[in-house]
């Protein structure tokens, strides 16, 4: 039986008690924004779970997702298995050579997890999670003959490559909630509460039958886009039928194959985790690198030149404060718009070497009204940047910046 899907959208009550049940939900360390997935508002419809194995009695897609917003899983261990495919083209080793440079120019730190985390943004990882509250955590990312390890105990981060035996040693920061902020999702709880934030009538909501996962029944809560123009084809939660905690997110792309980010448990307990396990010393000789000393610009702010868009263009352009993006349209169609106030980017001639190669493979020369850019392209996120300095960015088609960026002249 498919399941059922209705075109009756949530009441605003309804809505708004949804997002104060998501609000108590985040309690993991290193909440989600890697995959980007900001377009992910929801429209609940109706759902009933189909047969399947294992049997599990019928739920809706609401209750579903009050279910998870309802988990209150503070103490686990498991270990989590995440495969990213953006379809970026082979780098032939020119990454490795621009992070050695990174890593040897005595500003940074191997062990740094702003870095270090943003490994998983591509190829298949496995990462061993522990948690006990909400200010204890580890995450360890296995790698051939070394280890990462990011241990969050009370105020002190401490980060470790093994393979480097550098340390940084950070403090935790907070948000207004008091939930520890970090950067980069390595549960598929992390990325679930991402893709519900928020809720609009954007999104159908389903529960495609149920599944065995990491040994445990889950039901599999279905997303997807209503409306075309989106690179995301669907969305899909696997959710523990017990205790509500997502268990696997898997992000498939609208143009088919596989999946951009796939994460799961292969093994997880519920029981709590030695103490021993968030303990911390930095082993002898090993390279230790406060938070202080990593100079500043190192972690992605803005350029100099960074401006805001005016509010001068098209109706639908969203004002942002200062120092952030505009966006245009909503839902899973949203578009940031970013004006960095220079002259776009060079041509791969004009780069030359291996980074013009890079570039080249990236990016398609567009034309329109707005003039001339490029458009570069993931599997997930496309990005139009204009010769005259302006980035159209979004889980969007092509043809879709290029519209934006026309409607904006």
Known sequence: MAPYESDDSTTAGEVDDLRAGRRKAARYVVPVAVVGVAAATIGLVPAIADSGDPDLPKISAQQLIEKIAASDVEQLSGTVKISTDLGLPDLGGLESSLMSGATQSGEGSSADPSSKLMELASGTHTVRVAADGEDKHKISLLQNAAEYSLIHNGKDVWGYDSASNEVYHGTASESADGKTKEDVPTTPQELAEEALK????????????????????????????????????????????????????????????????????????????????????????????????????????????????????????????????????????????????????????????????????????????????????????????????????????????????????
Not at 242 to 258: D, R, V
Not at 263 to 288: E, L, N, R
Not at 303 to 309: A, C, I, K, L, V
Not at 329 to 334: D, I, P, R, T
């Open 198 to 409: 928020s809720v609009d009538d954007t999104t159908s909501v389903t529960v495609d039958g149920t599944a065995q996962i990491a040994g445990r029944d889950a039901y599999r809560l279905l997303i997807k886009p209503k409306d075309s123009g989106s690179t995301v084809g669907a969305i899909t939660v696997g959710v523990d039928a017990k205790t509500g905690l997502p268990l696997k997110f898997t992000l498939t792309p609208a143009s088919g194959g596989a999946a951009v980010v796939d994460a799961g448990f292969t093994q997880v307990t519920f029981a709590k985790p030695a103490a021993s396990t968030f303990d911390f010393t930095p082993p002898k000789g090993a390279k230790v690198t406060e938070e202080g000393d990593v100079a500043a610009g190192e972690h992605g702010q803005a350029p100099d030149n960074f401006r805001t868009p005016d509010d001068s263009k098209a109706p639908d352009e969203k004002v942002a404060p200062e120092g952030e993006p505009k966006i245009i349209g909503e839902g899973w169609n949203s578009i940031a718009v970013i004006e960095t106030g220079g002259e776009g980017m060079p041509s791969g001639s004009e780069a030359g070497g291996e980074f013009g190669g890079f570039l080249d493979s990236l990016g398609d020369k567009v034309t329109g009204k707005f003039g001339e850019g490029t458009v570069f392209k993931t599997r997930l996120v496309n990005a139009l940047m204009t010769d005259d300095g302006k980035i159209y960015v979004g889980t969007v088609t092509k043809d879709a910046l290029v519209k934006a960026a026309n409607a904006a002249k």
